[in-house]
């Protein structure tokens, strides 16, 4: 009776004190990363009221209401990279997303240990290479006089194509880069999913005459169902940022299709330095970004029986 | 067992396809390798990957050029300072937020997520770099990227999985809050602290975006900057060559030209540095993104 009613009021010291010398040095220990985040993180926030005013490099000049929306959106080169970016989101969707989920089923089904390991580290490679190197790559590559590509077409007999000149294939180009370089990194997780299902179900299943193709079908399949979802909302974070990898395998003759808002933000803020309307661009694509993660987080809760939501 | 037609089918695919994903994979890397290393065949083209005339004559020119020791050192100092303060910095802040029963732990865990889903956009932080005044600092490339939620939240979850008694005995003895995390926590988390130094290490070895946006002064270019230049540079006189060649339309001035073997060479330079640690980046990072990986 004594030690419990001892216990209670250590408890109820502990509750009061906030302050007690331990919960200070832990404070202490979190504060560089409390400072960072404020000055890094939230002071750009109210900054989005640039947006709303009418502001120069030589300062603020009062507010002007939606007047830098309206602005932007009667530009048809914003409403042309606004398009180009659902574009390339898509496409990483219908190809991208799937793609190390397929290479995780495939390597699943090898044997062979070596070989296995051997495809994991060369297709993780990619991933920890710059994009400016992996641009400088395929521009090799693909260089329509000298790269491997248009040998291989010339020899075949085709005639030699314009890659990365060609408006009209840089989409698919793109999406074909990008899968290259985060294939394998991408597929770990899976991997690592599919290695914590159940090694009987597949024994069990095999004995009653289950093809492999079954077998991943229908046990490797659902067991990773729920990875896929989490990796499938998370995703949706960062979605329209596509900045760097665009900048560095973009070229005049491509604009068309490969201008995005990332890349026209850049352009109209920094190079033109016309503050408001690039901050009016951000603020437009931040929407639409929260409220695509907000709305995979919704439909994830739907689609798991027991209403799981991620964030 | 004996396996059936079909399941033979199956495995005989699945080393197909695996060969033909090895090639992709592999190929644009030993593209490179091989034009950096060939002058004997330049503009001629051929499929093989072996240098028909193997020198280092590229990579001597790339060496002689005094403009691209700076941007090496500089990537290479970010890249060492920049870890060092990060995990630091991330790990001590791990502790805190690993503390379940400290007053306002939560507030720091939403303080951490809110900014994955929402920002202020590229102005606004543009604009307080240079309010702050570190428009063309190396201190700009270092400090803005030396915190990453994810990576706290990751280092987090393994801190969980170590088994409190440890700490518990250690607060018996006396010891504090500090004493505990740098003399018990820290080492017993080397896999995960590891495999984050080796993240933050490539992407700080990779600066590029912050790089463009607040550096302008050459002498401060990160390698991936310079590089992006030389290969702009390369593409602009190829091109030129090409549409020289289209007029002239003869092949004497390709074969005494080869911007691209250069390229290739500052290429493989760059990649260098992530090749001698791959083995052991390898052996880490599978085991660190598993480790804050959500269970399925």
């Known amino acids: 009776m004594e030690a419990v009613d001892n216990l209670k009021t ?22 560089p990363v409390v400072v960072w985040y404020i000055i890094f993180a939230y002071v750009p926030m109210p900054g989005i009221a640039i947006a709303f005013a009418d502001f120069k490099v030589s300062g603020f000049k009062g507010w002007v209401g939606f007047d830098n929306f309206k602005f932007i959106f009667n530009l048809k080169f914003f409403w042309q990279s606004f398009f180009n970016t659902w574009v390339f989101v898509i496409y990483n969707y219908i190809f991208g997303f799937p793609a190390p989920i397929i290479l995780a089923l495939l390597l699943n089904e090898l044997r062979h240990k070596y070989f296995k390991k051997f495809i994991q580290t060369i297709s993780t490679l990619p991933n920890f290479i710059s994009w400016v190197v992996v641009s400088g790559m395929w521009i090799t590559l693909l260089s329509p006089s000298t790269g491997y590509v248009n040998y291989i077409i010339k020899a075949l007999g085709g005639e030699p194509v314009y890659f990365l000149s060609k408006a009209s294939m840089f989409p698919a180009l793109f999406t074909f880069i990008r899968i290259w370089k985060g294939i394998g990194y991408s597929s770990i997780i899976y991997l690592a999913a599919i290695a914590g299902i159940d090694p009987e179900l597949y024994e069990s299943a095999s004995i009653d005459g289950a093809t492999r193709l079954q077998q991943s079908w229908h046990i490797t399949l659902p ?10 909302v998370l995703s949706f974070t ?15 003759m491509i604009e068309s299709t490969a201008e995005v808002l990332d890349t026209y933000i850049y352009s109209m803020g920094v190079v033109q330095a016309r503050y408001p309307l690039a901050t009016a661009m951000g603020l437009f694509k931040a ?5 695509l993660v907000l709305l995979s987080n919704f439909l994830s809760k739907k689609l798991t029986e027991d209403n799981r939501s991620i964030l | 067992m004996k396996p059936t037609v079909s399941e033979r089918i199956f495995n005989i695919a699945i080393y197909i396809f695996f060969v033909a994903f090895c090639i992709l994979m ?16 330049s503009g001629e083209l051929s499929l093989s990957l072996i240098p028909k005339q193997f020198s280092l004559f590229y990579y001597r020119i790339i060496l002689n050029d005094r403009g691209i020791y700076r941007p090496f050192l500089n990537s290479a100092f970010i890249t060492v300072v920049g870890t060092a303060l990060s995990i630091f910095l991330e790990s001590m802040g791990a502790y805190t937020l690993s ?9 720091f865990i939403y303080m951490i997520i809110i900014p994955m889903m929402f920002g202020g956009g590229l102005i606004p932080y543009y604009l ?11 201190a700009v490339l270092i400090i803005p990227a030396c915190i990453s939620g994810w990576n706290m939240l990751l280092i987090r979850n393994y801190y969980f999985s170590i088994h409190p008694s440890l700490s518990e005995s250690a607060m018996i003895d006396g010891a504090q809050e500090f004493t505990i995390f740098w003399k018990i926590i820290l080492p017993l988390s080397t896999p995960v602290l590891a495999a984050i130094s080796l993240f933050t290490a490539v992407g700080y070895w990779n600066t590029f975006f912050s790089a463009i946006l607040f550096i302008n002064d050459p002498k401060k270019y990160t390698f991936p900057v310079k590089l992006r230049e030389m290969i702009i540079v390369q593409q602009e006189m190829q091109r030129q060559i090409e549409s020289m060649l289209i007029q002239t339309g003869e092949d004497t001035i390709r074969k005494s030209l080869n911007t691209e073997g250069i390229s290739s060479a500052m290429i493989i330079i760059s990649m260098l540095p992530i090749i001698l640690i791959y083995p052991y980046l390898q052996k880490h990072f599978a085991k660190g993104i598993m480790i804050g990986s959500i269970k399925g």
Do not use: C, H
């Open chain 1, 10 to 31: 250590a408890g109820i010291q502990k509750k009061k004190r906030i302050f007690s010398k331990r919960n200070i040095t832990l404070y202490l220990m979190i504060l």
């Open chain 1, 223 to 232: 067991g990773i169902k729920y990875t896929v979802l989490v990796i499938f």
């Open chain 1, 238 to 252: 960062g979605v329209l940022n596509l900045f760097e990898p665009i900048y560095v395998l973009k070229n005049p």
């Open chain 1, 287 to 291: 929407t639409i970004s929260l409220a």
């Open chain 2, 26 to 41: 592999l190929v644009p890397v030993l593209y490179v390798l091989k034009k950096s290393f060939d002058v004997g065949s």
């Open chain 2, 99 to 107: 503390k379940r029963d400290l007053p306002g732990n939560k507030i």
């Open chain 2, 128 to 138: 307080l770099i240079k309010y702050l005044g570190l428009m063309n600092k190396i």
